[in-house]
């Protein structure tokens, strides 16, 4: 057997990078039968045919994995937003955080294009939150240094919506990568994809970087809803609040004596981030719980 990691899934075959070097593999029926598909970030064991195509027979279980962007094995999602043409929803960012603390998964938050429209007031939200939060400029080199380091040393897969900048961003980051990028539409206010497949990219000691199809605003309800009893833990910030209510069983929706709701009148909580989780809440009400995805 051959040990390696799929670095990039295209058209039905996954590269997987070995110590021997890339090995262009298929994958065997039964995951596609099983509902397992092998995604990029999979660590995977492989054997090579007579003609010299591999195939990925084993997948080593994964520490995490997502639906959009399709990635395994992350250490950290960086959501890159923009406050200018496309402007980022915050219930964009609000609902990746959440699939991010289900999985164990750092959430590192960048806001692109300063050098046009500065983002003070996401930046704002966000540092309040206690995310890492990063005011950068794939034009001007504003920020990227910061980024880099913090990214050092992970996995990290960039996601946000489309236009928002992530493949000007990986190509700041990684001198010579020459993605593909484009003009984001005046007239329509969004970008266009890009990017149409996922795949990391080394950047050195031991940090890679995963460029991932950008998502339009409607796309966000296509991501996977946790139960609504675990929504509130999935907010860092409502932590120091949760046991502190009225009643035992709080929600933090509009109850009376809601610790949470009190700390959001007193500006401890971030309105924005308390009306994405009461959206978010309503969201996951509407599921049964077999119908909730796991991780």
């Known amino acids: 057997?051959?040990?390696?990691?799929?670095?990039?899934?295209?058209?039905?075959?996954?590269?997987?990078?070995?110590?021997?070097?890339?090995?262009?593999?298929?994958?065997?029926?039964?995951?596609r039968l099983g509902g397992t598909s092998p995604l990029v970030g999979d660590r995977v064991c492989c054997s090579v045919d007579a003609n010299g195509l591999g195939r990925v027979d084993l997948i080593e279980p994964r520490r995490n994995w997502f639906i959009r962007p399709a990635v395994a094995n992350v250490d950290a999602l960086v959501f890159v937003a923009a406050n200018t043409n496309p402007v980022t929803d915050?219930?964009?960012?609000?609902?990746?955080?959440?699939?991010?603390?289900?999985?164990?998964?750092?959430?590192?938050?960048?806001?692109?294009?300063?050098?046009l429209a500065h983002g003070g007031q996401l930046f704002a939200i966000y540092q309040q939150a206690g995310f890492p939060v990063f005011q950068v400029s794939a034009v001007t080199g504003e920020g990227i240094p910061e980024l880099r380091s913090a990214l050092e040393g992970k996995v990290s897969a960039f996601t946000g919506n489309s236009g928002v900048g992530k493949s000007s961003l990986l190509n700041c980051l990684l001198p010579g990568l020459q993605l593909e990028t484009a003009e984001v539409s005046r007239k329509l206010g969004r970008g266009k994809h890009t990017t149409r497949h996922v795949e990391l990219y080394a950047l050195g000691g031991d940090t890679y970087l995963a460029d991932t199809p950008g998502f339009a605003s409607f796309e966000v309800e296509m991501i996977r809803t946790i139960p609504k009893?675990?929504?509130?833990?999935?907010?860092?910030?409502?932590?120091?609040?949760?046991?502190?209510?009225?009643?035992?069983?709080?929600?933090?929706?509009?109850?009376?004596?809601?610790?949470?709701?009190?700390?959001?009148?007193?500006?401890?909580?971030?309105?924005?981030?308390?009306?994405?989780?009461?959206?978010?809440?309503?969201?996951?009400?509407?599921?049964?719980?077999?119908?909730?995805?796991?991780?």
């Not at 040990?3 to 039905?12: H, M």
């Not at 009461?278 to 119908?291: D, I, N, P, T």
């Open 1 to 31: 057997m051959i040990k390696g990691t799929i670095v990039k899934a295209l058209s039905g075959y996954y590269y997987v990078q070995t110590a021997e070097g890339l090995l262009t593999c298929k994958a065997r029926g039964r995951f």
């Open 90 to 115: 915050p219930f964009l960012i609000d609902r990746v955080s959440v699939i991010a603390a289900d999985a164990g998964c750092e959430l590192i938050i960048c806001i692109n294009k300063t050098d």
């Open 229 to 295: 009893e675990d929504l509130q833990f999935a907010f860092r910030e409502f932590s120091p609040y949760i046991g502190k209510c009225r009643f035992q069983d709080c929600m933090h929706l509009k109850e009376p004596g809601c610790a949470v709701v009190q700390a959001v009148l007193d500006g401890e909580v971030p309105k924005s981030r308390h009306a994405s989780y009461m959206r978010l809440y309503e969201l996951s009400a509407q599921q049964k719980s077999w119908e909730i995805k796991q991780n």
